[in-house]
């Protein structure tokens, strides 16, 4: 009843800069956490940015400064702007987020399908 789609990624070469969007349909009564997460091959994922519901954000130490997260709620959209990247940034991102389909349930992860971002150097 709840989809993410993520988009905007792509191949860039390092210093470059690319945004991603991640957009939540379906049946949604509220949301609280929206945010992106990545997977580089052989790695475990890892939290890049998550923003709440009031406008609060968290950053992954090695994005801090070069990565923001911003959120239209009335779009039910977040968005990751990334900026100065580096070959190390090159892994699948994945969208997150924390949705309630009616007033009487919790709220629910759910997880979009991923999008590619390749840095090249």
């Known amino acids: 009843q709840v989809q993410l789609v993520e988009s905007g990624g792509g191949l860039v070469q390092a210093g470059g800069s690319l945004r991603l969007s991640c957009v939540a349909s379906?049946?949604?009564?509220?949301?609280?956490?929206m945010g992106w997460y990545r997977q580089a091959p052989g790695k475990q994922r890892e939290l890049v940015a998550v923003?709440?519901?009031?406008?609060?954000?968290n950053y992954g130490d090695s994005v801090k400064g070069r990565f923001t997260i911003s959120r239209d709620n009335a779009k039910n959209t977040v968005y990751l702007q990334m900026d100065s990247l580096k070959p190390e940034d090159t892994a699948v991102y994945y969208c997150?987020?924390?949705?309630?389909?009616?007033?009487?349930?919790?709220?629910?992860?759910?997880w979009g399908q991923g999008t590619q971002v390749t840095v090249s150097s």
């Open positions: 923003i709440l519901s009031g406008g609060s954000t």
């Open positions: 997150k987020s924390g949705i309630r389909s009616s007033i009487r349930s919790a709220h629910d992860v759910y």
């Open positions: 379906g049946t949604i009564f509220s949301i609280n956490l």
